[in-house]
């Protein structure tokens, strides 16, 4: 049952446009969540991050967008950049439960073209 | 500070043998997580030990299983592998509580 859903498994973006990448979840108990990226042969790392209390949460061309009531939230990269080209992962985690394992997407494969 | 440390980085199993993996957590890091990363599932978190016990478990069989030793290495082990097996395994480090979990570079499992 995969709780976080990234229904988009890759995204071709323009150099210097806006890249969106999306992910759903199911569990409303989630009270966290993030967003890592991963270059191959690599682990991921840790990108921003939003809790539930927010709506937005900002750093530098990184934007994370949640909305609760539609079990959804969205990473913006403004511009894009070459560099940007990688496997995003959006990630959830409950708290509450004493737990920390995080829950993961599929991810997307971004492609930032030059 | 050196980051999380996997070893081997590959590994080349048939079905029906076990295998042993490590995982070195960064320095003064008490909690280890383990994830498996398939093409079609994503990652999936296997467990997490803290100060040597097992905290938290995913809903992986009992083929999978794990220890952590009072310097917070963690080993985990699978046994009479199987072909959907094959995995990167990824274990990430944090302090323990809340806190950002810091990921090693994997250990890429083939089961022929």
């Known amino acids: 049952d995969q709780q976080v859903k990234q229904n988009s498994p890759s995204l071709s973006v323009q150099e210097g446009r806006i890249s969106i990448l999306n992910c759903d979840y199911t569990?409303?108990?989630?009270?966290?969540f993030l967003w890592y990226k991963k270059y191959p042969a690599e682990g991921p790392t840790f990108l921003i991050s939003i809790s539930s209390i927010k709506d937005k949460n900002e750093d530098g061309r990184f934007t994370v967008f949640l909305n609760k009531s539609a079990k959804h939230l969205s990473l913006h990269i403004v511009p894009s950049q070459p560099g940007d080209s990688a496997v995003y992962f959006c990630a959830a985690i409950h708290f509450q439960t004493g737990a920390n394992n995080l829950f993961f997407g599929t991810g997307t494969r971004l492609t930032v073209i030059p | 500070k050196a980051g999380v440390t996997q070893t081997p980085r590959y590994l080349i199993k048939t079905r029906g043998q076990q295998v042993t993996l490590s995982c070195s957590p960064i320095?003064?890091?008490?909690?280890v997580s383990w994830y498996q990363q398939t093409p079609g599932q994503g990652l999936q978190f296997l467990f997490e030990?803290?100060?040597?016990?097992?905290?938290n478990k995913g809903n992986f069989p009992g083929r999978f299983s794990g220890r952590q030793f009072s310097n917070s290495r963690s080993e985990m082990n699978v046994s009479t592998l199987e072909l959907g097996d094959s995995a990167l395994y990824l274990c990430a480090s944090s302090l323990g509580g809340d806190d950002e979990q810091f990921f090693g570079p994997g250990t890429r499992l083939t089961v022929l």
């Open positions: 569990n409303s108990m989630f009270d966290y």
């Open positions: 030990y803290f100060s040597e016990t097992q905290r």
């Open positions: 320095s003064g890091h008490r909690s």
